[in-house]
């Protein structure tokens, strides 16, 4: 996934591949993981599961850093992700080419933002 994302620059030239963090539950919480974000040079923002914490005591080295403010930004793709399943097609997933369903996807995103546009009208008439 993180293959498809195109970050632009400040300054001209090619866009990043990699975002410069990922944020992410405890559920990506893992030892494979956090290397794979440092050998490709990206933050992790993940809080540590309370059984690594407990294993941390065992072991030497540094604990994982943590930016909490970051963390807290996550809540915004959250409530879009929650969003977004409202519509009955994009949570089921009906659709199983990624095409179709990225069809689907687009066409429940249009559906919300125009609801949300015509909501003030409908009110005033």
């Known amino acids: 996934m993180l293959d498809a994302v195109r970050t ?13 963090a990922l944020a992410g539950d405890k559920g990506y919480s893992y030892p494979r993981f956090r290397q794979w974000l ?8 993940i809080p540590e599961r309370a ?16 930016d909490r403010a970051a ?10 992700i929650g969003w977004l399943k409202e519509a009955r097609g994009v949570a089921t997933r009906y659709e199983k080419l990624a095409i179709q369903f990225l069809g689907v996807l687009k066409l429940a995103i249009i559906r919300k933002l125009l609801k949300r546009l015509l909501a003030p009208l409908s009110h005033t008439a």
């Open 8 to 20: 632009p620059r400040a300054t001209p030239g090619r866009p990043r591949h990699r975002p410069q």
């Open 38 to 45: 440092r050998r490709h040079r990206v933050r992790a923002v």
């Open 51 to 66: 059984d690594q914490v407990r294993q941390r005591a065992h072991r030497p080295g540094r604990k994982p850093a943590f």
């Open 71 to 80: 963390y807290r930004r996550r809540s915004a793709i959250e409530c879009c």
